[in-house]
């Protein structure tokens, strides 16, 4: 049984060698950054240009929202990588002493896996030996495997708040631009709400599309979705500024 797992990890180490799939944490970073900013962004151009006629203003405050909104995205995307980063030291701390202090729970915890797994007889007891007689093995197989955790690297925090804080702008960007063209466009500001909206609308379910097809899901409900709680949210930022405006007006 030992032969057959060593021979089991080789093959899957090689094929990660040969075959490089996108990381998923980059890609959540990406959508959460976009899709954030060009909701948060169109909401409140939207509200701003019900609000009020002028082109300067809905601008300033488009413009304004966009780089509010990219920092504080990459802020909390940083903070919050530190904090999944202590947590998995944390815990990987506690596991270690557990192994120290506890080895027969922790030999039966692993036990317990691959009896999930459908291991059983000698398999499942040469499969238990084999992790627990390597203590690097045996850490690695409880953090993953019993706690569903996964190590995160220090320097992936800046990665993280530099992808969001990019992707917020990008996305910020896509709601304004059809006001940053007005003029040459010929458009009107009623004109200008319209296609910011539908520009949005299509990128939201380009984003959700991609995220389907990433994730071997399915690309036209995720798109869909995606489209309509993006849609929805900023145009709750649009009714209340235009209920504002109509009962201050």
């Not at 690097?136 to 530099?162: D, G, Y």
């Not at 804080?165 to 709400?193: E, K, Q, R």
Request: proline share 4%; no cysteine.
């Amino acid at each position: 049984m030992a032969s057959r797992l060593m021979f089991w990890r080789r093959e899957e180490q090689d094929a990660q060698s040969l075959e490089q799939h996108p990381r998923p944490g980059l890609l959540s970073d990406f959508i959460l950054g976009s899709q954030d900013g060009l909701v948060n962004v169109l909401g409140v151009i939207l509200g701003v240009a019900v609000a009020s006629q002028d082109l300067r203003i809905i601008l300033a405050g488009g413009l304004a929202a966009t780089f509010a909104e990219s920092i504080s995205m990459g802020a909390v995307a940083y903070t919050s990588t530190l904090a999944r980063r202590d947590h998995y030291l944390s815990e990987l701390e506690r596991e270690k002493q557990e192994m120290r202090d506890l080895p027969e729970k922790e030999r039966e915890e692993v036990r317990e896996v691959f009896e999930r797994w459908g291991f059983t007889g000698p398999d499942l007891e040469d499969a238990t030996d084999t992790i627990v007689s390597n203590p690097t093995a045996h850490l690695e197989f409880m953090m993953a495997h019993e706690l569903n955790l996964s190590p995160v690297e220090r320097t992936q925090a800046r990665k993280s708040a530099i992808l969001v804080g990019v992707a917020a702008v990008v996305g910020s960007l896509i709601p304004l631009a059809p006001f940053v063209f007005l003029s040459t466009m010929g458009l009107t500001i009623f004109g200008g709400i319209l296609t910011s909206l539908v520009v949005s609308a299509v990128t939201l379910f380009a984003i959700g599309w991609y995220k389907g097809k990433a994730t071997l899901g399915r690309p036209a409900r995720s798109g869909t979705q995606m489209l309509i709680i993006g849609i929805v949210s900023a145009l709750a930022g649009f009714g209340i500024a235009y209920l504002v405006g109509y009962t201050g007006g």
